[in-house]
């Protein structure tokens, strides 16, 4: 199996205006710019077109230091590349990692476009496009805004079913210029996130008593969402729809001030869009019986950072790109879902050898595990 020279996960993010995603980008952002972010990680994320970084180190600038919020920037679908750039070039030849770069794409999929849809044809036409761009993620965030829930209180029903049901209508709606040929598709986001944006608004809940509104409100809705996103893809049992949940908070927003140091699950995106399919794709390969194609295809796009982890695995024998090619899923999947004691050790001896991609994956592994008991993440069972 070919290793991948560049490591490039997608992310798409839905939620509808005003829900909190630009703000929730230049989070993402502007706290990696801070000295104790860049202190403290092994990595720098940089901002390929450096405008665009700049306007959000800048929002996130001006809620630090102003308590002021960025202007609404609906209509603008934009997609944000970013580069992890390892700190240390000074790697042992041995060592060196088997990949000249990591690369995390955000996709912002505009608010206004999936609760009144489109105005005119060149926005439609803007609108597959951006799509068509998204289908690259692996993980789909949908956002829940808190906001939204406690100006509805009793009825927050109304508003989550009215959110599921414009993402389900939007789907169905662009699936004629999706699969024009009814011909479903290996790549499309199969782990569908339901994320609580603003959960600074409401501290009482956590991660549970958050799926616990979901499915006690819209449990319908959410088996609903799950047939049409199936209706695009092969394999339709590799998919996960709302069996995941994360709370995010992109500051705490006091009357007057807003602290961006107060962060709920901003750090999670890099982990969520790395590490969480890597173990979902590498577990569905291993357990279903999907057409030989598909299997491969979900092992390959993870390859990257599974060679990774095995390298660090000291029962498999290097090099491990050759240990890749003659694992079996089953072990692989052990080695991605390695967790405590064990991962330490993996971090451990990958910092050791200056390997410092194979130290973060396993660092993003511990964020993930982390969140867990904090009650910020519930990820589903495998
Ligand atoms: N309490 C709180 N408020 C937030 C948070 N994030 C965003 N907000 C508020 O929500 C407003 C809208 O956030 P945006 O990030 O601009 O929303 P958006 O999803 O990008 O909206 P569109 O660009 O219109 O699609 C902001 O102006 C803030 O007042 C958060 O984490 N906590
Ligand atoms: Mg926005």
Redesign the pocket.
């Known amino acids: 199996m070919p290793i991948n020279k560049s490591w490039e996960q997608h992310i798409a993010v839905f ?13 993402f952002f502007g706290s990696a710019q801070e000295p104790e972010f860049i202190q403290q990680n092994l990595f720098r994320i940089v901002a390929d077109d450096g405008g665009q970084g700049n306007k959000l180190h800048q929002n996130y600038l001006g809620m630090r230091d102003e308590s002021r ?2 202007i ?5 679908s934009t997609t944000y590349n970013f580069s992890l750039k390892l700190k240390a070039n000074s790697q042992p030849k041995k060592h060196k990692s088997p990949f000249s770069s990591v690369k995390l794409v955000w996709h ?1 999929y ?3 476009w999936f609760e009144s849809g489109v105005k005119n044809e060149l926005e439609a036409e803007r609108r597959i496009e951006t799509f068509r761009n998204l289908l690259q993620s692996d993980v789909a965030l949908i ?1 829940i ?3 939204r829930l406690i100006s509805s209180p009793g009825e927050e029903n109304l508003y989550l079913k009215s959110l599921l049901g414009n993402l389900r209508n939007t789907l169905l709606s662009l699936q004629d210029d999706i699969i024009p040929d009814g011909k479903k598709l290996e790549k499309f986001p199969r782990i569908w996130v339901f994320a609580l ?5 409401l501290p009482e809940y956590d991660v549970y008593r958050f799926r616990d509104l979901l499915i006690a409100k819209v449990a319908g809705e959410i088996t609903e969402l799950r047939e049409v996103i199936s209706s695009f893809v092969t394999g339709q049992e590799a998919l996960s729809v709302g069996d995941d949940f994360v709370l ?6 006091k009357s007057d001030r807003i602290e961006t140091r107060k ?1 709920i699950g901003v750090d999670l995106m890099l982990p969520v869009a790395s590490v969480l399919p890597l173990q979902r794709h590498l577990h569905w390969a291993e357990t279903l019986t999907l057409p030989g194609k598909l299997s491969k295809f979900l092992i390959s796009g993870v390859g990257a950072g599974v060679s990774l982890l095995i390298k660090y695995n000291n029962r498999l024998p290097a090099p491990f790109a050759k240990a890749l090619l003659k694992v079996t899923p089953g072990m692989v999947d052990e080695i991605a879902n390695l967790a405590g004691e064990a991962l330490d050790k993996l971090q451990k001896s990958a910092l050791q050898n200056k390997d410092y991609l194979a130290a973060t994956i396993a660092g993003f592994q511990k964020d993930l595990e982390n969140a867990e008991q904090a009650n910020t993440l519930l990820r589903r069972e495998p």
Do not use: H, N
Not at 15 to 27: A, R
Not at 72 to 76: E, G, L, M, S, V
């Open positions: 939620g509808e205006s005003g829900s909190g995603k630009t703000i929730m980008l230049s989070s919020v960025p609404t920037d609906r209509f603008t912002d505009p608010g206004e956002l805004d808190s906001q944006s603003k959960c600074d608004l995010l908070s992109s500051a705490q927003f962060r």
